[in-house]
T-cell receptor, first 114, second 112 residues
């Protein structure tokens, strides 16, 4: 158990819908990262937040947005969902703002878009 | 932008043999190279990392080497065990606040 929690574990929805994925970092960690992993694919870095502010941006679609709240939990919002958005979404956290710090991954949220 | 290639995509070795996975990157400004292990149905876990001011790093049966001139880095696992079977991902980071780019992964199978 990494100490990072993600909810929900599974999410099934229809095309065109909007969903919110939630992540709680390890106690004391200020950075949160979001990743997308499609079936049998590698990891795609989406975005990093540090203490409430966006720190780094990767291959995140305009239909996706994220934020980190004052209590440091983070939410990833996915809208106008398409079949291709079906994937495992991981959240990770690390202790500082530096991306060189070890990242601890949560268990993931599996999103299925029908 | 950065592009990371990883080879081989699948690797089968006999228990006790060594396994080597190689990654190449395109951006010479990349300076941090972590390796992650992901067992089936589980989350990725960092197993070793290296920074560009170091040529080699070792942790028990696992080692990583970095050749900055050739822009490649490799993961070496010695005395492989069945529990080493997993998908291994390499990654490259260009710098503070920059994008993490992952390789496509290598599925390692250690045969008993």
């Amino acid at each position: 158990d990494s100490g990072v929690t993600q909810t929900p574990k599974h999410l099934i929805t229809a095309t065109g819908q909007r969903v919110t994925l939630r992540c709680s970092p390890r106690s004391g960690d200020l950075s949160v990262y979001w990743y997308q992993q499609s079936l049998d694919q590698g990891l795609q870095f989406l975005i990093q937040y540090y203490n409430g502010e966006e720190r780094a941006k990767g291959n995140i679609l305009e239909r996706f947005s994220a934020q980190q709240f004052p209590d440091l939990h983070s939410e990833l919002n996915l809208s106008s969902l398409e079949l291709g958005d079906s994937a495992l979404y991981f959240c990770a956290s690390s202790g500082g703002g530096s991306t060189y710090n070890e990242q601890f991954f949560g268990p993931g949220t599996r999103l299925t878009v029908l | 932008g950065e592009n990371v290639e990883q080879h081989p995509s699948t690797l089968s070795v006999q228990e006790g043999d060594s396994a080597v996975i190689k990654c190449t990157y395109s951006d010479s400004a990349s300076n941090y190279f972590p390796w992650y292990k992901q067992e089936l149905g589980k989350r990725p876990q960092l197993i070793i990392d290296i920074r560009s001011n170091v040529g080699e790093k070792k942790d028990q049966r696992i080692a990583v080497t970095l050749n900055k001139t050739a822009k490649h880095f490799s993961l070496h696992i010695t005395e492989t065990q069945p529990e080493d079977s997993a998908v291994y991902f390499c990654a490259a980071l260009r710098g503070y606040g920059q994008n993490f780019v992952f390789g496509p992964g290598t599925r390692l199978s250690v045969l008993p």
